[in-house]
C-alpha cells in the first residue's frame, strides 16, 4: 500500500508542475513581473517573522532578569545584568542599556533618552512592512493589467467567422493574471494585518517594561 502511494505521489508530482507551468506560460509576460513580486512578498514575509521573534525583540529570560533589576540595583548586583544589556541583540536589551547607561539621573532625562532610542527601536520593528504594502498594492494592478492586455489582443483578433470557442479559451487565460496577481496579494494582506497587530503589541509590551526600569534607574529612586 505504502509503495502504491509512493508511486501515485510520484506520478501526479509532474502533473502538478506542468499544470503550474502550463498556468504561467498562458498568462504572459506580465507573469515575469507578478513572479518577481511573489517572491518579494515572500522574502517580506519571511524577514518579518525573523525579526519579530522573541529572541529579537523581548527575549524572555532578559525580561525575567530586568524584572528583577530593581532589587539587584538594591544590593548593589546589577553589573551582571547591565553588562548582558550592554551586549544583548535585542530591542529590549538595547532599550534597557540605554536607562541603565543614564542611571542616577532625573527621570525626565532618563525617558527622554529612552524615548528617543525607543522610536529608532519601532521604525526597525515596522522595517519590511512597506514592502508589504507595495506588494499588496501592485500584485492586483499588475495582473489586472496582464488580463486588459490579454483582452486586447483577442479582440484585435475578431473577425466575423470566429470561433467562439477558442475566445473563451483565450480570455480564460487572460484571466490568468489576474488570479495570480490576487493569490499574490491575499497572504501579504493577512501577513501585514498579522505583523502589525504584533508590533503594536511588543511596543505596548516594551513601554511597560520599560516605564518599570526608568522608575528603578531615576537619582531619588536611587538615593533614597
Request: glycine residues 10%.
Amino acid at each position: 500500500m505504502f509503495e502504491t502511494l509512493m508511486q501515485t505521489s510520484a506520478g501526479a508530482t509532474p502533473g502538478i508542475v506542468q499544470t503550474a507551468w502550463d498556468f504561467l506560460h498562458k498568462g504572459g509576460i506580465f507573469m515575469i513581473p507578478l513572479g518577481i513580486t511573489s517572491v518579494v512578498g515572500a522574502a517580506a514575509i519571511v524577514y518579518k517573522f525573523l525579526s519579530l521573534s522573541p529572541a529579537r525583540v523581548i527575549p524572555m529570560e532578559f525580561e525575567k532578569q530586568l524584572n528583577k533589576f530593581p532589587e539587584l540595583a538594591a544590593g548593589g548586583a546589577e553589573a551582571g545584568l547591565s553588562k548582558e544589556a550592554e551586549n544583548g541583540a535585542s530591542a529590549l536589551a538595547r532599550l534597557a542599556a540605554n536607562a541603565i547607561r543614564h542611571r542616577g539621573k532625573p527621570q525626565s532625562d532618563i525617558t527622554a533618552n529612552v524615548e528617543a532610542s525607543a522610536r529608532l527601536e519601532v521604525a526597525r520593528l515596522y522595517s519590511g512592512i512597506g514592502v508589504l504594502d507595495i506588494v499588496i498594492t501592485v500584485a492586483p494592478l499588475l495582473g489586472l493589467l496582464g488580463t486588459a492586455s490579454g483582452l486586447v489582443t483577442i479582440f484585435q483578433g475578431l473577425s466575423d467567422a470566429a470561433d467562439h470557442l477558442a475566445i473563451a479559451r483565450g480570455i480564460a487565460e487572460a484571466l490568468n493574471t489576474t488570479i495570480f496577481g490576487l493569490a499574490i496579494a491575499v497572504p501579504c494582506v493577512i501577513a501585514h494585518g498579522y505583523f502589525t497587530r504584533r508590533i503594536e503589541l511588543l511596543t505596548v509590551r516594551l513601554e511597560s517594561l520599560l516605564a518599570d526600569l526608568t522608575d528603578a534607574c531615576r537619582g531619588d529612586s536611587i538615593n533614597g
